[in-house]
């Protein structure tokens, strides 16, 4: 999900210099071993874990766009493109440029997971009324879940504890890694079938941060969203659930941050920091879509079926299949998936039982060491290492941020957890784009075809 960028522009700053196509690192080294899962040594605490191991009290509490700029910066609440779908299909030129495996590390490389956590602060000046566990993305989500399903597929992802919150974070090689080999029609499509509107124009890419139960466990999950369907749009809204006459507050609290960002009170002020401002308005989860694309030979192939994974991960309730042909799409699906993933939810008890038994057991061990900076590594099919943090890398968060995200976590521990959300997941009652073959959330693996 991963929409293209114009960084022509960007050749001013060295910082955003165009590298070549498929530019590859090799991969970090790696600390001392802490431990070894074996994902058969899961299937008895995930026993536990059956009648827990479902989402709900899906809410989305933030979101942002990034904006094409030469230094980073978003917008919030932001919006996702519409979906404008053509009058007439005309044929589409294939996809070409530049595109990141991992565009909010390559937007922040110092801090990836940090425009986020600025948003939801923005979002919630109070601190959250329920304990944290988990602060992760579709991406580090759906790795754990491949690995529970014992797909191949590689990946490294740090550990940090946060508060209480243990936050998972994506790693690739590199933050400036890319895709090798883009083909087809992912990218160009969206262009042509989706618009910015007027309030969110110069965006790249709209971010959503959602909080669920899952397993015992309260989550928040950035991801991102593709676009949004008018027609289930509702009323605008910021995401504090306010009509932007009354936005006094957070326009308050963004010229405290710039405020902040001036004054270079630790090492990481070096960096430049991530410009902020208030923009945009409010897309219910229930209007947001996933697209693919694919082409009209391969029709017949269970697209969607490939798909429900990440849209269990990141609770999309629509989905959009556009099948071409040498580039002209004259067949696109536009669904209501809901009925679909919370049928997929409940057939793969299992599977999601050890995945709750799992990410448990990371919050038990993270916690457990908070003095020790973790990272998880898949190197094989069935094998988990826990390994202690090579010296160097930067933490999840500048100190600035660190300190106010810990105060919002802290909270209110005496609430019960208990959520007024709606308890059935998708069935909405609130408000890692790449559209090719591969998407953020397979970590862009090279392997999805069309």
Same mark, same amino acid.
């Given at each position: 999900?991963?929409?293209?960028?114009?960084?022509?522009?960007?050749?001013?700053?060295p910082r955003w210099?165009?590298?070549?196509?498929?530019?590859?690192?090799?991969?970090?080294?790696?600390?001392?071993?802490? =431990?070894?899962?074996?994902?058969?040594?899961?299937?008895?605490?995930?026993?536990?874990?059956?009648?827990?191991?479902?989402?709900?009290?899906?809410?989305?509490?933030?979101?942002?766009?990034?904006?094409?700029?030469?230094?980073?910066?978003?917008?919030?609440?932001?919006?996702?493109?519409?979906?404008?779908?053509?009058?007439?299909?005309?044929?589409?030129?294939?996809?070409?440029?530049?595109?990141?495996?991992?565009?909010?590390?390559?937007?922040?490389?110092?801090?990836?997971?940090?425009?986020?956590?600025?948003?939801?602060?923005?979002?919630?000046?109070?601190?959250?009324?329920?304990?944290?566990?988990?602060?992760?993305?579709?991406?580090?989500?759906?790795?754990?879940?491949?690995?529970?399903?014992?797909?191949?597929?590689?990946?490294?992802? &740090?550990? =940090?504890?946060?508060?209480?919150?243990?936050?998972?974070?994506?790693?690739?090689?590199?933050?400036?890694?890319?895709?090798?080999?883009?083909?087809?029609?992912?990218?160009?499509?969206?262009?042509?079938?989706?618009?910015?509107?007027?309030?969110?124009?110069?965006?790249?890419?709209?971010?959503?941060?959602?909080?669920?139960?899952?397993?015992?466990?309260?989550?928040?999950?950035?991801? =991102?969203?593709?676009?949004? &369907?008018?027609?289930?749009?509702?009323?605008?809204?910021?995401?504090?659930?306010?009509?932007?006459? =009354?936005?006094?507050?957070?326009?308050?609290?963004?010229?405290?941050?710039?405020?902040?960002?001036?004054?270079?009170?630790?090492?990481?002020?070096?960096?430049?920091?991530?410009?902020?401002?208030?923009?945009?308005?409010?897309?219910?989860?229930?209007?947001?879509?996933?697209?693919?694309?694919?082409?009209?030979?391969?029709?017949?192939?269970?697209?969607?079926?490939?798909?429900?994974?990440?849209?269990?991960?990141?609770q999309i309730p629509?989905?959009?299949?556009?099948?071409?042909?040498?580039?002209?799409?004259?067949?696109?699906?536009?669904?209501?998936?809901?009925?679909?993933?919370?049928a997929w939810e409940?057939?793969?008890?299992?599977?999601?039982?050890?995945?709750?038994?799992? &990410?448990?057991?990371?919050?038990?061990?993270?916690?457990?060491?908070?003095?020790?900076?973790?990272?998880?590594?898949?190197?094989?099919?069935?094998?988990?290492?826990?390994?202690?943090?090579?010296?160097?890398?930067?933490?999840?968060?500048?100190?600035?941020?660190?300190?106010?995200?810990?105060?919002?976590?802290?909270?209110?521990?005496?609430?019960?957890?208990?959520?007024?959300?709606?308890?059935?997941?998708?069935?909405?009652?609130?408000?890692?784009?790449?559209?090719?073959?591969?998407?953020?959330?397979?970590?862009?693996?090279?392997?999805?075809?069309?």
């Open positions: 999900m991963y929409r293209r960028q114009k960084y022509d522009q960007f050749q001013r700053n210099r165009r590298p070549e196509p498929g530019t590859t690192w090799p991969a970090p080294p790696l600390g001392p071993l802490v =431990e070894i899962v074996n994902v058969a040594e899961l299937s008895q605490p995930a026993l536990e874990f059956e009648s827990t191991a479902r989402v709900t009290g899906c809410q989305l509490i933030a979101s942002y766009n990034w904006l094409d700029r030469p230094s980073p910066s978003i917008i919030v609440p932001g919006a996702p493109p519409r979906w404008t779908p053509l009058t007439e299909p005309r044929q589409l030129s294939e996809d070409d440029g530049v595109y990141y495996r991992d565009k909010n590390a390559a937007r922040y490389p110092a801090h990836p997971m940090e425009p986020a956590i600025q948003a939801v602060l923005m979002a919630h000046t109070k601190p959250s009324p329920i304990p944290v566990d988990i602060v992760a993305c579709g991406s580090t989500i759906g790795n754990l879940l491949r690995f529970i399903r014992g797909d191949e597929r590689p990946f490294r992802m &740090l550990l =940090e504890v946060v508060g209480d919150a243990v936050h998972l974070i994506r790693r690739e090689n590199s933050p400036k890694e890319t895709m090798s080999d883009v083909r087809g029609y992912g990218h160009k499509f969206p262009e042509a079938y989706t618009t910015w509107d007027a309030e969110v124009r110069g965006s790249t890419s709209h971010q959503r941060i959602i909080q669920y139960d899952f397993g015992g466990l309260h989550c928040i999950v950035r991801h =991102e969203g593709d676009g949004y &369907l008018k027609h289930k749009q509702g009323p605008s809204m910021n995401v504090s659930g306010h009509t932007f006459a =009354e936005q006094a507050s957070v326009d308050g609290l963004i010229e405290d941050l710039k405020v902040k960002e001036m004054a270079p009170k630790s090492p990481q002020s070096s960096h430049q920091q991530v410009q902020m401002q208030s923009g945009g308005f409010e897309v219910p989860q229930s209007a947001v879509f996933d697209l693919k694309t694919r082409s009209v030979k391969r029709k017949g192939t269970d697209f969607l079926g490939e798909e429900l994974p990440r849209l269990w991960v990141a629509n989905f959009i299949l556009a099948y071409h042909d040498r580039g002209t799409f004259k067949d696109i699906e536009v669904m209501d998936v809901t009925q679909q993933v919370k409940t057939s793969k008890n299992q599977e999601l039982s050890r995945l709750a038994a799992l &990410l448990s057991h990371i919050v038990r061990l993270a916690r457990a060491r908070r003095n020790d900076r973790l990272e998880i590594s898949r190197q094989q099919l069935n094998k988990l290492e826990i390994r202690i943090q090579c010296s160097g890398l930067s933490p999840a968060f500048s100190s600035e941020v660190n300190e106010e995200w810990a105060m919002w976590l802290a909270g209110d521990s005496t609430q019960d957890g208990s959520s007024t959300d709606d308890e059935n997941g998708l069935q909405w009652s609130d408000g890692d784009g790449d559209y090719t073959a591969c998407s953020e959330n397979c970590s862009y693996c090279g392997k999805c075809t069309y």
